[in-house]
């Protein structure tokens, strides 16, 4: 706004404050810009999650200048329903996106997302990459038109298109801008930079497709790293007094691709009967070189950031989908209702408020109305999730007790409870009924490695378990 026109309106409103005054006011109560980062099947691996071993310099000078939420869970194991509950607000069985094929205009037409109701307040919108997942929107072309003010458009790649062999675990010697997340990120630092130069207020969402399967990033960042200093997880079971067919997964993701081809020969497949001690150092050195491009990538995303001169009111918002499995329980993937699938990292940098480790237990769900508070605007109803900027002005704040996954298999949704202490599961059936439930010791046994609530001592545990499952199952439709 320039100064003729603050004259102008100040004498139109026979305002009595001066026009130096009054415009410095008006421009003072700017409305925050929100860059919102998602980083595709990432688990917690930085160092302040306590993995010294990945490299990631970027994500830990950001955590050191943000909130760091270490009980972060997500909604849904897969990326399409996290994605849909993370961005409406809702659990995965109120906004009807419950797989990778239903698209979530079609179940619920007038569904409001997280970038549609900042569109709809006067906000700049636009994403590039994975946000939404593409099978849930409408079309890999136009994601959901609805949602972002500036026309979506679908990155490319070069050399990681899908080879041959459809190896999981390629290293290319090859610049980044090559790569599909190398275009990702061309093609948000262009974006951020012409939403900047406009007076309106941005949000902005970067979706990056690393470190999901296939590990296919450039040949420096597998550079970084001496695959045999990684250390295999020691408990590569199902757990004790489980019931498989319900709490594991045949690694069906990781079996669609193919291990390199030993000695010679033919490349073959990964086997039903485990994963070879050296195959599983192969996905670990892959998994940690893709994390570690992707840090590499947000980089020069965040320089873009301050040489756009909005870097002062520039919420930071960075969040993965769900966790992953890297060998715990012979797993490799997602798709269970255990710890390692469902627990996220959730890093907000908010200027001004000062950087923390927050414990308390959240989930994605809480973003929508967090940033809607954080805007200053009136949070709409309907939402389920809760606002924690209390806890980013306080990390020691507890805004609620429990954070709640939930998955389907053999016909049955298992809804799975995490509280400080424990991970409670149960398997419900269509008309209600419970045909299992699991319950582990994580302050005791972080590994899930035994199921304990199958033990009489528990019954009085498992009992209260269920009663607190019920007392926070908005959202959730078969339990009863």
Excluded at 267 to 287: F, K, M, N, S, V
């Amino acid at each position: 706004m320039n100064r003729s026109t603050c004259l102008l309106i100040s004498i139109l409103v026979l305002t009595l404050v001066p026009e130096a005054a009054w415009c410095d006011a008006v421009e003072s109560d700017a409305r925050p810009n929100i860059l919102f980062i998602a980083v595709d099947d990432l688990k917690p691996l930085t160092g302040h999650y306590g993995n010294l071993k990945v490299k990631t310099p970027t994500l830990d000078k950001l955590a050191d200048q943000s909130m760091v939420f270490t009980s972060a869970y997500t909604q849904y194991p897969v990326c399409g329903p996290s994605r849909a509950s993370l961005l409406t607000g809702l659990r995965p069985e109120s906004n009807g996106v419950m797989n990778l094929k239903t698209r979530m205009r079609d179940v619920n037409p007038d569904i409001l997302t997280l970038p549609q109701f900042f569109r709809n307040n006067g906000y700049q919108t636009a994403a590039v990459g994975k946000v939404f997942d593409p099978r849930n929107v409408d079309s890999r072309d136009d994601d959901d038109p609805a949602s972002w003010s500036v026309p979506y458009r679908k990155p490319v790649g070069v050399v990681d298109n899908k080879d041959k062999l459809n190896l999981a675990v390629r290293a290319i010697d090859a610049p980044a801008d090559q790569f599909i997340d190398g275009d990702i990120n061309k093609r948000g630092i262009t974006l951020l930079r012409e939403m900047a130069a406009d007076s309106r207020p941005f949000f902005l969402a970067v979706g990056y497709k690393k470190p999901h399967l296939p590990f296919v990033v450039p040949k420096k960042y597998f550079d970084l790293y001496d695959r045999e200093s990684f250390e295999l997880e020691a408990y590569q079971d199902a757990p004790k007094e489980s019931d498989a067919e319900y709490i594991m997964n045949n690694n069906s993701e990781l079996r669609s691709y193919r291990p390199p081809p030993v000695g010679g020969a033919e490349a073959g497949h990964y086997l039903e009967a485990g994963i070879t001690p050296d195959q599983q150092r192969e996905l670990l050195h892959g998994y940690h070189a893709a994390v570690s491009f992707i840090d590499s990538l947000i980089a020069e995303l965040l320089q873009e950031l301050q040489a756009s001169g909005k870097a002062e009111n520039t919420i930071i918002v960075l969040w993965g989908d769900h966790g992953f499995h890297l060998g715990d329980h012979g797993l490799w993937g997602k798709h269970t209702t255990m710890e390692q699938a469902n627990r996220v990292p959730l890093i907000i940098h908010v200027p001004g408020k000062s950087p923390g480790v927050a414990g308390t237990l959240v989930e994605l769900l809480d973003l929508f109305p967090t940033l809607v508070e954080l805007a200053g605007l009136e949070t709409p109803s309907h939402l389920q999730g809760k606002s924690l900027v209390a806890v980013l002005d306080d990390g020691s704040l507890d805004p609620g007790d429990v954070a709640i996954s939930q998955y389907k298999r053999k016909g049955a949704y298992g809804y799975s409870m995490r509280t400080p202490k424990y991970r409670y599961t149960e398997w419900v059936e269509q008309n209600g009924k419970v045909v299992y439930r699991d319950l582990f010791d994580l302050e005791n046994d972080p590994a899930e490695t035994t199921n304990i609530g199958k033990l009489p001592e528990n019954q009085l545990l498992m009992d209260s378990m269920a009663e607190l499952l019920r007392k926070n199952s908005m959202g959730l439709k078969r339990l009863k």
